[in-house]
């Protein structure tokens, strides 16, 4: 069973400042929930969507993150969306992906 759940286990890389972690995620975890769990420096407030705080850059190859829901795309907007900006609340993994948290105004 532990050994099906690590073949399952996807690999999130972490870049807060200058450093970098290893993460691993299941297929349809929340990516801000994998984050807080692993106590890294990510900030959240209403975790629906609403609040944008939880605002970070990510780099995924396609279908590796869910696509953005309809209140990412209003809260984020298109430009940033295609720049990799997402917010971590509606963020559900499927694959592999690299994270930067150092994104603030950036967006
Ligand atoms: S925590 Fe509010 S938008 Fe993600």
Known sequence: ????????????????????????????????????????????????????????????????ASPASATEQYRVGREALAKGFRLACQVFISGPMTVFLDTPGSA
């Not at 929930?33 to 629906?48: D, G, H, N, S, Y």
């Not at 609040?51 to 990510?58: E, H, K, M, Q, S």
């Open 1 to 64: 069973m532990e050994q099906e759940k690590k073949q399952h286990a996807l690999a999130i890389t972490v870049w807060a400042g200058n450093k970098q972690h290893q993460l691993n995620a299941a297929c349809g975890d929340n990516l801000l929930m994998v984050l807080t769990r692993a106590k890294l420096p990510v900030e959240f407030f209403c975790t629906t969507g609403k609040c944008r705080t939880c605002i970070l850059r990510l780099q995924a190859p396609v279908g590796s």
